[in-house]
């Protein structure tokens, strides 16, 4: 295995001056496993980064694998790219060494599940639909509408429901209020850095015609669009950015149009009223969740959508008292501290 990740410390003792979540905190050794990339998003290992700096200030030395290409690093460039998936053998082996152990995956079949109890003092499996009826753990679900999955209860298992254990990166643990301003002037537009649904492009074009004079913030890392992007006016594109550097673009705008997965408990931290169009549909009921909890706007399936429509969303939200509202729904929701309670619960404090 190549690339070594920062988090596989190779000392077995704490670290010099380290203070745990709890005085009496064992030291453990964590693994996580997930996937990313083209086709599959960055939803996964995004949430996987926040569990592990989590984990690693609970007292845990973490290692992430992640099955997928190298475009994964660019977004977490300390783990290792390893199709555990097709190498069982190794998914073993590691499980081995650990004490706990975490699985955030749509494709990993039952029986990894299975071994991954049968081998590891500890488990964390995260789902997002009730993928599994899994076997034993703690099974995480931060999703706004996770309560409404009806998850079977069984012994051994204990679910971690909601988004108060939604776990975002360490940027958005800790954020400043939100200003609303009186006018609409910017307006945050991301459907993943590739965009496989090809919605950056036509949603721009769409406001564009509608609000010639409005700002719109993208994030995009696809050459192709760029090109598109750069033709039309009042536009200002954002490629990789850092947790930080995401939170300060999302304090910048008044609005987001968003893709409805992980994305959105982030702009419900910070508090930014959004619009969110559902790329797939796994990310409906989360859309629908978030338009029941009075944070966004829901138009609808991306291969549904009326584009031309997305001017008279904006238009709804051009009154500040709606928008402050909704940023206090948000806000109201997701604390930042979701990744931490995950930790506390899996480590028995």
Same mark, same amino acid.
């Given at each position: 295995?190549?690339?070594?990740?920062?988090?596989?410390?190779?000392?077995?003792?704490?670290?010099?001056? *380290?203070?745990?979540?709890?005085?009496?905190?064992?030291?453990? !050794?964590?693994?996580?496993?997930?996937?990313?990339?083209?086709? =599959? &998003?960055?939803?996964?290992? @995004?949430?996987? =980064?926040?569990?592990?700096?989590?984990?690693?200030?609970? &007292?845990?030395?973490?290692?992430?694998?992640?099955?997928?290409?190298?475009?994964?690093? #660019?977004?977490?460039?300390?783990?290792?790219?390893?199709?555990?998936?097709?190498?069982? !053998?190794?998914?073993?082996?590691?499980?081995?060494?650990?004490?706990?152990?975490?699985?955030? #995956?749509?494709?990993?079949?039952?029986?990894?599940? %299975? $071994?991954?109890?049968?081998?590891?003092?500890?488990?964390?499996? /995260?789902?997002?639909?009730?993928? =599994?009826?899994?076997? &034993?753990?703690?099974?995480? +679900?931060?999703?706004?509408?996770? &309560?409404?999955?009806?998850?079977?209860?069984?012994?051994?298992?204990?679910?971690?429901?909601?988004?108060?254990?939604?776990?975002?990166?360490?940027? *958005?643990?800790? /954020?400043?209020?939100?200003?609303?301003?009186?006018?609409?002037?910017?307006?945050?537009? @991301? *459907?993943?850095?590739?965009?496989?649904?090809?919605?950056?492009?036509?949603?721009?074009?769409?406001? +564009?015609?509608?609000?010639?004079?409005?700002?719109?913030? %993208?994030? /995009?890392?696809? +050459?192709?669009?760029? $090109?598109?992007?750069?033709?039309? @006016?009042?536009?200002?594109?954002?490629?990789?950015?850092?947790?930080?550097?995401?939170?300060?673009?999302?304090?910048?705008?008044?609005?987001?149009? #968003?893709?409805?997965?992980?994305?959105?408990?982030?702009?419900?931290?910070?508090?930014?009223? #959004?619009?969110?169009?559902?790329?797939?549909d796994n990310q409906i009921p989360n859309c629908v969740g978030w338009r029941d909890a009075g944070f966004a706007l829901y138009v609808g399936r991306w291969d549904e959508v009326d584009i031309g429509s997305l001017p008279g969303f904006l238009k709804l939200l051009e009154d500040p008292n709606v928008r402050l509202k909704m940023s206090e729904n948000g806000r109201r929701m997701v604390d930042g501290q979701g990744a931490r309670r995950v930790v506390k619960e899996v480590m028995g404090q």
């Amino acid at each position: 295995m190549k690339g070594e990740s920062r988090y596989r410390r190779r000392d077995s003792g704490r670290p010099s001056g *380290f203070r745990s979540l709890t005085e009496d905190c064992e030291w453990m !050794r964590t693994v996580i496993f997930t996937e990313g990339g083209q086709g =599959l &998003g960055f939803g996964h290992v @995004t949430r996987c =980064l926040s569990l592990a700096e989590a984990f690693e200030e609970g &007292g845990s030395e973490v290692s992430i694998f992640v099955n997928g290409e190298r475009e994964v690093l #660019s977004l977490a460039p300390d783990a290792t790219l390893l199709d555990w998936l097709g190498d069982e !053998r190794a998914f073993g082996e590691l499980l081995e060494d650990a004490d706990c152990a975490v699985i955030d #995956s749509y494709l990993a079949p039952e029986r990894y599940y %299975v $071994r991954a109890c049968r081998t590891v003092e500890k488990c964390l499996f /995260v789902d997002d639909f009730k993928r =599994l009826d899994y076997p &034993g753990g703690f099974v995480l +679900n931060g999703g706004v509408s996770a &309560g409404r999955l009806g998850y079977p209860q069984r012994d051994g298992v204990k679910y971690l429901l909601g988004p108060k254990y939604a776990p975002l990166r360490r940027a *958005f643990w800790d /954020v400043g209020e939100k200003r609303i301003g009186e006018r609409v002037e910017r307006v945050l537009i @991301t *459907f993943g850095l590739s965009d496989t649904r090809d919605m950056t492009v036509p949603v721009v074009e769409a406001l +564009n015609a509608e609000f010639p004079e409005l700002e719109k913030y %993208v994030i /995009v890392d696809s +050459n192709s669009k760029r $090109r598109k992007l750069e033709r039309l @006016t009042n536009v200002r594109i954002f490629g990789r950015l850092s947790a930080e550097e995401i939170k300060g673009v999302m304090f910048d705008c008044d609005v987001a149009i #968003s893709a409805g997965g992980q994305t959105t408990y982030e702009l419900a931290r910070v508090g930014l009223p #959004s619009i969110l169009i559902a790329v797939a549909d796994n990310q409906i009921p989360n859309c629908v969740g978030w338009r029941d909890a009075g944070f966004a706007l829901y138009v609808g399936r991306w291969d549904e959508v009326d584009i031309g429509s997305l001017p008279g969303f904006l238009k709804l939200l051009e009154d500040p008292n709606v928008r402050l509202k909704m940023s206090e729904n948000g806000r109201r929701m997701v604390d930042g501290q979701g990744a931490r309670r995950v930790v506390k619960e899996v480590m028995g404090q």
